[in-house]
């Protein structure tokens, strides 16, 4: 994460006073609410039995308190956990109990933030925020914030991976240690966590085996405001394998979130050097594919106007936007979105996402009916 603001977890505090809830979708597609009544809701994703799980951060609890990384004060609770979308609508907790931080809002800072499977074995995120050796602050179960859980389908979760002591160790990026778990991929033999305050990618192997996998801010771009330090600092909140094997790494990018100032990036399947793949984009939070390739993206705001065009540039609504293969833009899909937190294409090729990330009683989880990608056409021979 930009050390100028420090923590995908704060991203939040940053934002959620400039988010609006206002426009709607583009397009003739209205969305459906799935379910709702959920508390701080941010990733989801499909297992292969066609069942939809959604992550919810919690807002923590009565205490231990301490001072969070933006001032506020944020408590320990166990209103964490994971829940599974009904096929008639609703929802139901599946796991419970989870650790989580939370503000006197009821806006979560720590938590379960991401989900992927790989069969029935579901991967989660524990975002946290902060220096590794400053989790035992907050006692009871806090040593979970940091780390990469294994959750079988019986409900049962044990941590795999320590990421924030993965992030004490090596500190690829050389900035302050700071380690913030966010978006997982789960893959054969293999686990990709996107860690925010760490400005890193990092992959864990099912043997045990830790490494770095790629550090996004070695990139290149469009040189920072003047008087702006670290605008292009990458934040990678989020990772998808590509229709190319390749991976993709959605990028939220540092405050104080001017517009254009983040991107989608590519990486070699196995590491590597990165090339960016959609530039002048805003605030990412998520990524992923539908089955014809098409690369979709949430932003979270949409962000200030660059210096010096003049003042922000409101309202901050989050987005869902699309660009098909061969397409050379984008288009948007969903706007007016408040806090959205996730995204995932389904079997049935519509988007589904959650919305009112920050909010402990009005999270949600809604369905857009999409039309799909265009085909391509290979030349024939």
Same mark, same amino acid.
């Given at each position: ?16 006073t400039g988010l ?8 003739a597609a209205t969305? +459906? ?44 609770? +166990? ?8 096929? %008639? ?41 902060? =220096?590794?050796?400053q989790r035992n ?53 293999? =686990? ?40 292009? %600092? ?40 990165? +090339? ?15 089955? =014809? ?89």
């Open positions: 994460m930009n050390r100028t603001c420090t923590r995908m977890g704060t991203v939040a505090a940053a934002l959620v609006l809830l206002c426009g709607g979708p583009v397009g969305p +459906e609410k799935l379910a709702g009544d959920l508390n701080n809701p941010r990733g989801l994703a499909f297992a292969p039995n066609g069942a939809l799980y959604v992550v919810e951060l919690g807002n923590g609890g009565a205490g231990p308190c301490a001072l969070g990384p933006t001032g506020g004060t944020r408590c320990y609770g +166990e209103s964490g956990g994971i829940s599974r979308v009904l096929p %008639g609508g609703g929802s139901k907790r599946v796991v419970d109990g989870l650790p989580s931080l939370g503000l006197p809002s009821g806006q979560g800072e720590g938590g379960p933030t991401d989900i992927s499977f790989f069969g029935m074995v579901a991967y989660v995120t524990m975002g946290w925020g902060g =220096r590794p050796d602050v907050f006692g009871g179960r806090s040593d979970l914030f940091g780390s990469l859980l294994r959750v079988l389908p019986n409900g049962r979760y044990a941590p795999v991976a320590d990421i924030a002591g993965l992030e004490g160790e090596k500190n690829p990026d050389g900035g302050a240690v700071d380690s913030n778990p966010y978006g997982v991929l789960a893959l054969p033999g293999r =686990r990709l966590v996107a860690d925010a305050g760490a400005n890193a990618i990092f992959e864990v192997w099912a043997n045990g085996w830790r490494r770095t996998f790629g550090v996004p801010f070695r990139l290149s771009g469009p040189p920072a405001p003047k008087g702006v330090p670290g605008a292009r %600092g990458p934040v990678p909140t989020s990772v998808a394998q590509g229709p190319d094997g390749a991976v993709y790494a959605g990028l939220l990018g540092a405050a104080p979130f001017f517009q254009g100032y983040s991107a989608i990036v590519r990486f070699p399947p196995f590491g590597g050097d990165a +090339e960016i793949v959609v530039a002048d984009v805003t605030t990412v939070v998520d990524i992923t594919f539908d089955h =014809r390739g098409g690369l979709y993206w949430l932003e979270v705001g949409r962000g200030l106007a660059s210096p010096p065009a003049g003042p922000p540039i409101g309202p901050l609504q989050g987005r869902l936007l699309r660009r098909c293969p061969g397409a050379t833009s984008s288009e948007i899909l969903l706007s007016g979105l408040n806090f959205p937190g996730g995204v995932e294409i389904g079997w049935d090729g519509d988007a589904y996402l959650t919305n009112n990330g920050t909010s402990p009683t009005a999270g949600e989880v809604l369905r857009l009916p999409l039309t799909p990608c265009p085909r391509r056409h290979r030349p024939r021979h």
